[in-house]
């Protein structure tokens, strides 16, 4: 049974900076492409970043590239989101997505706020 935990969520300044965790479990992680995705309130989900399976190709959104950045640890079995020079259209809920068969996390709360 896929399941996969985002941490790091919180309230940041513009300009800040936070890191996003996802600890994955129930599949074959170093084997499977991983992605972050966000909800901005009132807005459709959105694609925030991609890192194939053993961490050698990433896309991003335009909106992130530059200040964000997805990396992995495939003996933790962690994905992870470095978000740099936070500005306030970051804020949303952040999720992470196994793309084998598209599960999803709960979701972590972004709020990016002076």
């Known amino acids: 049974q896929v399941h996969l935990v985002e941490s790091g969520g919180g309230l940041v300044q513009p300009g800040g900076s936070l890191r996003l965790s996802c600890v994955a479990s129930?599949?074959?992680?170093?084997?499977?492409?991983m992605s972050w995705y966000r909800q901005p309130p009132g807005k459709e989900r959105e694609f925030v970043a991609w890192?194939?399976?053993?961490?050698?190709?990433?896309q991003y959104g335009e909106s992130v590239k530059g200040r964000f950045t997805i990396a992995r640890d495939n003996a933790m079995n962690t994905v992870t989101l470095q978000m740099n020079s936070l500005q306030l259209e970051d804020t949303a809920v952040y999720y992470c997505?196994?793309?084998?068969?598209?599960?999803w996390g709960q979701g972590t709360q972004v709020t990016v706020s002076s």
């Open positions: 997505m196994e793309n084998s068969s598209n599960h």
């Open positions: 129930g599949f074959t992680f170093s084997s499977t492409a």
């Open positions: 890192i194939g399976p053993r961490g050698t190709f990433r």
